[in-house]
């Protein structure tokens, strides 16, 4: 339409490719997912799931260049866009899953954060199922073949991961190597944040409840006292009428007497 502000580029692009790349990030987790829950698949399975986790990080790599391209400040974006960079360049230093699994995580935290349509309560959601998914599958495949380990099937890993999560710990399970303590320390910390975000969610919602009871009860006091002010008014008027109609009976007395 005529006189509307049209959007910049980058806007656009952002606001198409976020379904798309947000069914990527499902694919991911699928391909992710496969060769730790069966480890026994064949060859060809674990060789297609690898593809699978490097064309959608090429996706995310992709989606990068694409927005870098169209920013009208490249510098600014770079400077403001900067974890999105770690993310693109960290599997690049070594081709690990692991790296691969952290770097896609970030990029689709980072969409999902510039997507105005998802609400906080659901992203806070689907980052705890994802952290919950992730954690588990991550700490199996580095404690699964540990001499020590204790954490042997994904029932020991998704419980762990919850335990973690939510700061509780009980101890049956924890992880021995290095990078399995490594990614503990991430899903604790990761799990902290998001019990602080949910807190500071439910704080807010009850603010602005508050906020808004208090708001009509404002405007409930102001009509009430805008109406006592309207009875007042009419009451002065009444009292008026009332003394003019006495005063004029009472110059019309001494008519009525002169009459024969």
Known sequence: MPGMKEQPAQVRWERRTQTPLLGFALLFAVAYAVPIVVPDASDAVHRACTHVEWVVW?????DYVVRLALAGDRRHFVRTHWLDLA?????????????????TLMLVGRRAR???????????????VGLLMFGS?????VERDAPDGNIKNLG??????FT?????????????????RVLAVGLM?????LLGV??????????????????????????????????????AEVARLGGGTAGMDEGAAPEVSRLP
């Open 164 to 180: 973690t999560m939510t700061t509780v710990g009980y101890g049956d399970h924890s992880p021995t190597t290095g990078l399995g």
């Open 198 to 235: 949910v807190t500071a969610n439910i704080a807010a919602w009850f603010i602005s409840r508050f906020e808004r009871d208090d708001q009509v009860e404002r405007l409930q006091l102001a009509a009430l006292q805008e109406l006592q002010a309207e009875v007042r008014a009419l009451r």
């Open 58 to 62: 090429g996706a995310f790599a992709l």
């Open 137 to 141: 599958l991550a700490v199996l495949s």
């Open 156 to 161: 020991d890993a998704v419980w762990w991961s």
């Open 87 to 103: 993310a693109v360049v960290l599997p690049l230093v070594q081709p690990l899953r692991l790296l691969r699994l952290v770097a």
């Open 189 to 193: 910390l990761s799990g902290i944040a």
């Open 114 to 128: 510039m997507a105005p349509q998802i609400r906080l309560t659901t992203y806070v959601a689907g980052a705890v």
